[in-house]
């Protein structure tokens, strides 16, 4: 009896002891000593926990321009550069060198040089070139008349000097049936001295150092080639897609004149694009991906990792050839651009043990894509880490599958992370629920840091960029590094001349020109997606946790896209041009993510600003465009050291930032607008054959059957621009939910089964549900 | 046959060896239902009381009062009450009724039987594709109604919903209670039938007085059953409309299952209190009217 009460009094015990356990809030990380200090991190923790990493030391290379299509040789690296002079309008290719083992990094002339003027009759054009054991290089030429319409293709031995030895017209050895031109995409060189070339779809041919065809291969099961090397044994090896589907790797076979499948990629690199496969020093093969560098065991297929790129402080993006130097050494070249003001640096790789580098303290950056970002967000990453002695940030991908459903995993490990108060420090905002997160109080609000950090302030960026990243609670949550404004343009007849208009008056409109196509391409269901993304926070109080369905408003926008056709057929010839043009199609949609997009459309509208009227989207304020942003980072409310993430965020839109950087896509900051512009504007001329000044356009579209010439542009139209800008409104924040509600209950409206009023009715309750929840 | 204790009033070696070794037998049982069963529980009540989980801080009874304000929650609340009120008293009747007459050996008795049974039977997602093609705007009821020269209704997305869900929770539910009343009714004590019959008592009194009163712990039973499942029936709507219904058929279990959707851990937790809180009354209450109705049964 006595031991009864015992034991159910110790059971009461335990049970206690959970409840009041599970109260505390304990626990957190140890630092190295064992001692809970927030924001130390020790040596374990960097780079993953691995042992060995590839350090690398940079040097830059002296050389500024066009720079392509390398090749290694001994240590020598060699690219066919290019120059278009104005005066003159001559383009010239140069065939360089530049010795990697040097001090200072310079290329040297190697011996091919090719012009072609705007009055030669004929030109000459390198595309791909092989450097042989010998020295001397063999290069595949283009060669066209002035009109382009004959093109011939060329086999082209010069000497270390320059002099040609031999010269071959291949044209008709590397013709294709049923194409006029073969363009030649990858050449390489085998031991033997022998040229393989190839045209990335259809054939491979072996030619020898003369130019004389040797044998042909068709290319089968593969498409769309990647890369083209040769690895230790010779199997000259490309890789691609699989007709299949995925990766495929397939090795040339000249004796059954066919592609063969060559290996399975399994392990680290199973499922990855293959960029490029290199051979080692000591004959290892190795292949290259967005995102490392693998080992390949060429009898089993199976790759290990060797390095990740943004552990040795690399943006894949940049990466133009990577080379094995030495044991356990590697080389990258790499180029910040592809414009005549690309900056270049060759990298060098080596081994070395993480106890042997630096200990930074570790800033986790977590991303769902793939690579840990574009080329901007790469580039942000790895010019942090070079420059701070005392922070590193470490990219944590979240979307690790591939597949339909890659993207919803993706998303639950982040939300759990974050609920466990594991998720990363720093938050790739691209793809991510900003207005739920920030409600539970999960982001950081910005605000403070822009208003205290000296270097920063919230004047230096565009009012209606801040505006759209700031949720409804006030909280700013990241500000992105560029953004785009949409809006619609019309006519001026048709539409009239006030930027802007009521869904009363774009009803009208749309009633009145019954009979033309609305919109290009678009359906019923496109013209609710574009008439809601950026209007449907009119509805919605946020603040009240209330929605106005049922108005007239609402069952206008309805009745307004139930006027677009219920399906658009297919076109394959994308011409939305074409019916501003000939005034058969009503409205234009305008994405303009940079200055030369807002001047395409008023190249659409006949290049005249007095003819047309950016309308915007129907809705009751401003001028009726929108702002949408995308990227951008977010920090993380329970990161340890939120000013050492800041650091980091603020680095991705710093003026310096906007500068590396070679996007012309609109900067979140105005003075990397400002400076874009003023490049921009500065015209190009020549002198045509009446001796008379021409302006040269500096972009060309083409868009069906149309051509669109962008030239500088003027004062005006940067002042109109800017003025779209300023007064566009923040784009609400796309709430999956709502519009999924509205999709589907107009679908009913949209199918004939409902009228307009009893689907606002259905929508108006369910969003009223959904809102009641959040409340 | 009595143990040794029992007889003589003290435990044996034996009997205190055997207690001493079961207690160790059945702990792994006992972690595995404190784990999985009373320890999440706790963490329950632990998330209904701290602001979010990464501050942990103790908000004691705020989020019970914010819940209680909420406008969804109040709607679920309403209409899960309104529904089980419908649904599980016509359950109950229905099936009785249903046991009654197949126990009356009509012919085809079993074949009935087995008509009655058979939703059970079927996966939840085809019930429901039936269902979808059946209520549908376009569907075959509405077919039949403007046949009849009557006017499409929107069973799914209108008021008239809450009778669509009412009529799948009963064609998929009759069954099982019917069996449960069958078996009951097979049961009863036929001697004490034919005193009353002896004592010319009708048969509305025979089943009033005599049959109901020895069913009263099946009944409760059913009754018990049947409030569960309708709680349950959650998934049928969940499959039929999605998140967020039409207002009339959002339920308890909509409000839970968005907020653990939104990581709103806090409403989530004290909403699943709540409804425990309701469901211990409710039962009890039951008990305590069956005690009452079914005491002389036990005695």
Redesign the interface.
Known sequence: MRKQKFLTKALAMV?AS??IL??A?CGGKDGKDGENKPGVTTEAEQYGGKEFVYAASFMDVDYTGYLDNGHIKDNYYYFLGGDYNEATQIYTQTLYKMDLTAGKIAPEEAGLKTSAGINDTEAWFANNFAVLSDGSVVVQQRKSSMNGDELENWLVHIDADGNEISKKNITEDVKIEGVDYSYISAMIATKDDEIVLNDGQNKVWKFDKEGNLLATADIKGIQWIQSTGIVSDGTIVLTGWGEEGGQQACKVNFDTKSTEKWLDFTGDAEGLDIEEVLVGKNDQTYVRTADALFELNTETGATTEVLKWLDSDIASWDIRQVFCAEEDEFGVIMGDGYEDDAQYEVGILRKTAVADMPVKEIITLGTFSYSGGGSDSQKAIVNFNRKSDKYRVEVIPYMVEEGEDAWQKAVEAF?ND????TGPDVLDASNLNTE?LTS???LVDLNEYLDKDPDVSRDDYFKSVLETNTSKEGTLYCIPNSFTVLTLAGWKEDVGDKQGWTVDEAKAVFEKNKGKDYMYMTDRRSALSMLLFTNYDQFINWKE?TCNFNNDDFTNLLEIANMFPKETPNNDDYDPAGGIIDHTTLIYEAYMSSMNEYLLTKAIFGDDASKFTLIGFPGNEGNGARISTNGGYAIN??AKNKDACWEFVKSFISPDAYKASNTWQIPSLRSAFDAQLEKLMVPETYVDENGEEQQVASLGYGMGNHTFEIFPPTQEDVDAFMDLIDNARGSINYDQ?IYG?IEE?AG?FFDG??SAQ?AAA?IQ??????L???? | MRTTKQLTGKATKFTKKSKRSSRWFLTPSFLGV?LFF??PF??V??YS?VN?????E?VFLDNFARVAR???FQ?AVRNTAVFSAISVPLAVVLSLLLAVVLNQRLPFHSQFRTAFLSPMMVPVASIVLIWQVLFH??GAVNDIIVNMGGDKI?WL??DKAIFVIVILFLWKNLGYNMIMFMAALGNLPTDLIEVAELESANRWQIFVHIKLRYMSSTILFVTIMSLISSFKVFREVYLLTE?????NI?LLQH?MN??FG????QKLSSAAIYMSLAMIVIIGVLFAIENHFGKDVEE
Not at chain 2, 52 to 56: K, M, R
Not at chain 2, 262 to 265: A, K, M, R, V
Request: glycine share 6%; net charge negative.
């Open positions: 049970l959970a409840m599970s109260l809030a939300n974050i609920l466990a108060g739920r539970k109080g999960l946790g409310a329970a939910f509600i209950e009913a089964g409902k009893d259905v309750s369910r969003i009223q549900t959904y009641d929840e959040n409340d | 404190f009373v320890l706790f963490v009540i632990y009381m979010n989980p990464i501050a942990h103790f909420n406008g969804a709607r705007y376009n929107d997305k209108s998140d967020h219904p039409v207002e959002y409000f968005n907020m939104n990581l709103d851990y």
